[in-house]
């Protein structure tokens, strides 16, 4: 055939090689290339889709013979006009594999050709994380293309690169490898190519909030939000991650400057009520600043008042869930549980009314659930119930929720665990409860993803144990997916409408409490939470490491800065002064430095010496730190906000204990546990009872070795220590709220 007869036909040759193509014909293709090229040797493109069509082949080496004898006798300017000539061959190839074929394997590989070829096209390298990604084999440490891209982004002057997609694979690196180090490394190589701050810094927040609250990454969080701040300075959110995630770390002093600043640049009454929680969650934490604290939650609760004044209605899910967490440092400032709780309950009709309205179809859809039929006609049914939580892991709450876990008839009861913010993380307590639970859901920190799923599960009785802890479990439950709701165990009773009950017993909540609790309290007969004991690993203080005589009495109080009131903190003062050869220990959970000024000037006000101060760190686990307790001869507890975690600890090692009860459940409920456990010794009513109980244990070791014994034997009668039977109580007031809401609906 001659060269003008082929030109002729060349339209119709073109067409059925890339029919063949098409089809996967590569064969075909392949000999109607060869023969186009035996005919007119010196047309190019087509030995570019010869060794295209020998590479999808998988004939890698016949591929770049076939280019580079295209290439071999060119000057330097035709190279390079041909090189790009195949590059584009290649790249539309690899789009098609992509995004026609997803076939991503042949995508990738034609994507490395073209880095042979061009290894400073970034878009490509892009393009190649990209597909290591949907193939699933990015791990991080694939760091050659990653690698090249950050070098190249990091060069001088500025590369052009595709905007659109560097965002795109960016959001898929942090997903896929979000704690690898040049995950970070990208990130920050990225920044200067951002056209549009806003998403970038919402994406990048949203980010940071997961690997810190679901991975426990604070650190890391920390870094990434500074990254942000280039982007833009006084970006409120910015700045109220910044803030929070620096008081994380134990930077209190960088937290409470950023959430100063935080508070400066916000407008609207809601958000600057959320940056002064903030703030006093940055004093209150480092311990030590009580003046400037107080200060803060005088504003506080007058900025709360004039926002239940003005009610808004028209909030977005982030405000009002940030709302319900602006409740929390009541209690460790007053015992005024009755206008503390007029507050909450204003504030929880508030945040409901709010949820209500922006995630209207999602209250909708679970309002339409129907009355379950009970199963088997008068036969008992098995119970749906869902436990809600951020906390079921390391933490008090999955401390002290192992033992109901553990007995839980389930013949009688499916128990399914919502484990919010647990996608990233990997804690053995959590990977216990898991186990323990007919059906485990690891879930993000979204309360209407939360909803939803528990909703579709159908669940009969929702416990939450979290209350405002954690403020997605806030939102859950005013969406209410659960027939029947109830709080149990967390900080105290969030005052949302839409929990039915709250968990106490007769001795946490005193009988005027329904006066100004929204839920109805539902009283247990002996005890609202009981245990069957506690691991204690091997202790790491010894009095002689302490520079503490053998004969010296040791007074402890174990919490954190939250807890440190200086009015207790005094009294504490007044009984190291009356009591001889006696010294106080505490550990800083908070910043040492403050707590240490905090105690020494307390103490130096009250005639007591420094040196009779002592000042552990925090222990490496909580066995260690149980078993650290030992060195004590009387603890001391805090006041108006007491231990709950730390006083099961104590009795639990057999140590008396000083506790001040007040009227709010945070002031009763060491006195709660120590009645269950049956001592009374060292519960006090006054402040002038808890100096007097102090000395007297402090003087008295026979007394001190009575109730050590009683707490000992404990153990085995009382209350406190019986998981089973406190299980079988909370069943029997499961079925019971059931009972009630059957006959209410029945009724209806």
């Known amino acids: 055939m001659s060269d003008d007869n082929f030109l002729a036909l060349a339209p119709d040759w073109q067409e059925k090689a890339e029919q063949l193509l098409l089809k996967e014909n590569y064969a075909q293709a392949a000999l109607l290339y060869e023969e186009a090229i035996a005919e007119q040797p010196s047309q190019k493109s087509y030995y570019w889709h010869l060794g295209l069509i020998l590479l999808l082949q998988e004939k890698e080496a016949e591929a770049q013979t076939t280019w580079l004898l295209a290439m071999a006798e ?52 892009l393009h190649s994380v990209g597909l290591s990604m949907v193939r699933k084999t990015y791990t991080g440490e694939e760091s050659d293309a990653l690698g090249a891209i950050i070098k190249l982004l990091k060069s001088e002057p ?10 795109q694979v960016w959001k898929s690196v942090l997903d896929f490898a979000p704690f690898h180090p ?25 980010f940071a909030y997961d690997i810190a609250y679901s991975g426990k990454q604070f650190h890391l969080a920390t870094r990434y939000v500074e990254l942000a701040l280039q982007l833009e300075a006084k970006h409120q959110e910015v700045l109220r991650a910044l803030a ?22 916000m407008e609207r009454l809601v958000d600057k009520i959320f ?13 030590g600043h009580w003046e400037d604290a107080w200060s803060a939650f005088e504003a506080h609760k007058l900025m709360m008042g004039a926002l239940i004044e003005e009610y808004p209605t028209n909030l977005d899910s982030t405000a009002a869930i940030r709302l319900m967490s602006s409740l929390f440092f009541f209690p460790y400032f007053e015992d005024l549980p009755q206008e503390a709780g007029r507050i909450r309950i204003q504030i929880g009709n508030l945040f409901q009314e709010n949820v209500e309205n922006y995630a209207k179809p999602v209250v909708e859809k679970c309002r339409q659930r129907s009355l379950p039929l009970l199963q088997g006609g008068n036969q008992k049914r098995r119970y749906k119930v869902g436990y809600l939580s951020y906390c079921l892991r390391s933490h008090s709450v999955g401390w002290l929720a192992r033992s109901l876990f553990e007995h839980h008839d389930r013949e009688r009861f499916e128990i399914c665990a919502y484990l919010l913010g647990s996608k990233l993380t990997n804690d053995p307590i959590q990977q216990w409860y898991i186990s323990k639970s007919d059906k485990a859901c690891k879930l993000g920190i979204s309360g209407m993803e939360a909803a939803e799923k528990i909703y579709e599960d159908e669940i ?44 106490a017993d007769n001795y946490v909540l005193p009988d005027s409490a329904q006066d100004y609790y929204a ?24 009095r002689d490491s302490l520079d503490i005589p053998s004969d010296a009495v040791i007074y402890y109080c174990s919490q954190m800065g939250y807890k440190y009131n200086p009015n207790t903190a005094r009294l504490q003062m007044q009984i190291i002064k009356a009591v001889p050869n006696s010294y106080f220990v505490t550990k800083w959970f908070a910043e040492q430095e403050s707590l240490k000024n905090f105690f020494i000037q307390i103490a130096e006000s009250e005639g007591v010496s420094a040196d009779s101060l002592r000042f552990l760190p925090p222990s490496a686990s909580e066995a260690v730190h149980r078993a650290n307790l030992g060195i004590a001869d009387v603890v001391l507890d805090t006041y108006p906000y007491n231990g709950a975690t730390t006083t099961l600890e104590t009795l639990w090692m057999c140590i008396p204990l000083v506790t001040r009860v007040g009227e709010q459940f945070s002031a009763r409920n060491s006195y709660g546990m ?18 007097e109980w102090g000395i007297r244990l402090g003087k008295d070791a026979l007394l001190r070795q009575k109730i050590s014994w009683k707490l000992r034997q404990s153990r085995q009668t009382a209350p406190l220590w019986n998981g089973k039977q406190f299980t079988r109580e909370i069943e029997k007031a499961y079925e019971k709220m059931w009972q009630r809401y059957v006959e209410n609906y029945q009724q209806e």
């Open 74 to 125: 060119g000057e330097s300017e035709e190279i390079e006009f041909w090189t790009a000539e195949l590059l584009e061959v290649l790249e539309a190839e690899a789009e098609r594999q992509r995004l026609e074929l997803t076939n991503y394997e042949v995508a990738w590989a034609i994507r490395q050709h073209i880095r042979e070829i061009h290894p400073g096209d970034i878009n490509n390298l």
């Open 158 to 167: 500025a590369i052009a690169v595709d905007s659109d997609l560097l965002l």
């Open 182 to 206: 040049s995950s970070f490394e990208f990130t920050e190589a990225c920044f200067k190519y951002v056209e549009k701050p806003l998403p970038v810094i919402e994406n990048l927040l949203l």
């Open 244 to 265: 929070g995630f620096y008081q994380d770390i134990g930077n209190f002093s960088k937290g409470i400057e950023t959430a100063k600043l935080c508070y400066s640049v």
């Open 275 to 287: 940056a002064n929680h903030v703030l006093l969650r940055g004093l209150m934490l480092a311990g």
């Open 460 to 503: 009969d009785i929702l416990i939450d144990l979290d209350s405002i802890t954690m403020n997605t479990s806030c939102e859950v439950m005013a969406i209410k997916p659960a027939p029947v709701q109830v709080s149990w165990l967390g900080w105290d009773a969030s005052g949302v409408p839409n929990v039915d009950y709250y968990i």
């Open 519 to 542: 839920e109805k309290i539902w009283r247990l007969p002996e005890t609202y939470v009981a245990v069957d004991g506690f691991e204690v690993g091997v202790p790491t203080v010894r």
């Open 674 to 691: 120590m009645m269950n456990a049956g001592i009374t010794e060292g519960i006090s009513w006054t402040d002038e009872e808890y100096v």
